[in-house]
């Protein structure tokens, strides 16, 4: 089976999960997931788990790494969806000045409260808020803590307002844009989101699906695009054992290893067999390849 990350710069206008399953069918792997769902009109990175990969993306989704985003929107008019797939609901003739725009972004550095867009997958009483947004309800959606790191105004070209932001997990790219607006007495709807960074994974070690697609029609090897199981899992330290070891791990032994506590990267030579947990000297398996 294949097994590995294909890191995929999605196109806008692809489902998350629909873009992941067709990377599936391109290895001929049954079992993928992904990190970081993008919304369909967002492009950019997004890593895809296939096969045993596909256990290591609750160790990659706990880090609190940073997401990278640049986006662009157009002052006048609100959606409820906040982009220009939406259906307008606010309008007004308020075009912030550039020095407002900086005013406003400078002071939305750190921990800030944001409430997410109504069309999200937030939970609301076991309901997504999208769903509830579907059938005209306004799901009651509470603000939530966010860390922005960076933000910054790029540029501005025939009345569109090109922004970079450098974020927490769990931060809405179309809400920034919002509250930006509103902060300035306009509204904003974003017509542009590229994700560039996620979890690690750049947007320069990515490739596009048709590329992929094409590669395997015509017979290229595809394969070297799989980036190995362990990829992304730098920030957890690193424990060699010996053969006898590593066949009593894969069997869901604990060993007495002696090292600090805390989470461990398990290779036998230069094999990575899965990431375990040292409690008290002792390692207990929690995943195994």
Same mark, same amino acid.
């Given at each position: &089976?294949?097994?590995?990350?294909?890191?995929?710069? #999605?196109?806008?206008?692809?489902?998350?999960?629909?873009? /992941?399953?067709?990377?599936?069918?391109?290895?001929?792997?049954?079992?993928?997931?992904?990190?970081?769902?993008?919304?369909? &009109?967002?492009?950019?990175?997004?890593?895809?788990?296939?096969?045993?990969?596909?256990?290591?993306?609750?160790?990659?989704?706990? #880090?609190?790494?940073?997401?990278?985003?640049?986006?662009? +929107?157009?002052?006048?008019?609100?959606?409820?969806?906040?982009?220009?797939?939406?259906?307008?609901?606010?309008?007004?003739?308020?075009?912030? /000045?550039?020095?407002?725009?900086?005013?406003?972004?400078?002071? &939305?550095?750190?921990?800030?409260?944001?409430?997410?867009?109504?069309?999200?997958?937030?939970?609301?009483?076991?309901?997504?808020?999208?769903?509830?947004?579907?059938?005209?309800?306004?799901?009651?959606?509470?603000?939530?803590?966010?860390?922005?790191?960076?933000?910054?105004?790029?540029?501005?070209?025939?009345?569109?307002?090109?922004?970079?932001?450098? +974020?927490?997990?769990?931060?809405?790219?179309?809400?920034?844009?919002?509250?930006? /607006?509103?902060?300035?007495?306009?509204?904003?709807?974003?017509? &542009?989101?590229?994700?560039?960074?996620?979890?690690?994974?750049?947007?320069?070690?990515?490739?596009?699906?048709?590329?992929?697609?094409?590669?395997?029609?015509? =017979?290229?090897?595809?394969?070297?695009?799989? #980036?190995?199981?362990?990829?992304?899992?730098? =920030?957890?330290?690193?424990?060699?054992?010996?053969?006898?070891?590593?066949?009593?791990?894969?069997?869901? =032994?604990?060993?007495?290893?002696?090292?600090?506590?805390?989470?461990?990267?398990?290779?036998?030579?230069?094999?990575?067999?899965?990431?375990?947990?040292?409690?008290?000297?002792?390692?207990?398996?929690?995943?195994?390849?």
């Amino acid at each position: &089976m294949n097994s590995g990350w294909i890191i995929l710069d #999605k196109d806008s206008g692809l489902f998350s999960r629909s873009a /992941a399953a067709r990377v599936a069918r391109i290895f001929g792997v049954k079992k993928f997931g992904h990190i970081g769902t993008l919304d369909p &009109m967002a492009s950019g990175v997004l890593p895809v788990a296939l096969g045993h990969a596909t256990k290591m993306i609750p160790f990659l989704e706990d #880090k609190s790494t940073e997401k990278e985003y640049l986006f662009s +929107c157009v002052f006048g008019a609100e959606t409820d969806s906040l982009d220009i797939t939406g259906t307008e609901i606010n309008r007004n003739d308020v075009i912030p /000045a550039v020095s407002d725009i900086q005013r406003v972004i400078s002071a &939305m550095h750190g921990s800030v409260l944001q409430t997410p867009p109504a069309f999200s997958a937030v939970h609301i009483n076991g309901r997504r808020a999208y769903e509830i947004a579907r059938k005209g309800d306004v799901p009651d959606i509470p603000p939530r803590q966010i860390n922005i790191y960076a933000l910054e105004l790029l540029s501005v070209q025939d009345g569109v307002y090109n922004f970079r932001v450098v +974020c927490s997990r769990g931060t809405y790219v179309r809400a920034i844009a919002r509250d930006i /607006a509103h902060a300035c007495g306009a509204y904003a709807t974003v017509n &542009m989101i590229r994700r560039i960074k996620t979890n690690g994974f750049e947007i320069k070690n990515a490739v596009k699906l048709d590329f992929l697609e094409n590669l395997v029609n015509n =017979g290229g090897d595809f394969k070297e695009f799989l #980036k190995p199981i362990d990829t992304g899992l730098g =920030g957890i330290p690193v424990l060699n054992l010996a053969d006898k070891f590593a066949v009593l791990y894969r069997h869901g =032994g604990f060993i007495n290893v002696g090292c600090d506590d805390g989470l461990r990267r398990v290779y036998v030579g230069d094999e990575f067999i899965g990431i375990g947990d040292v409690q008290n000297g002792v390692l207990q398996p929690k995943r195994t390849i």
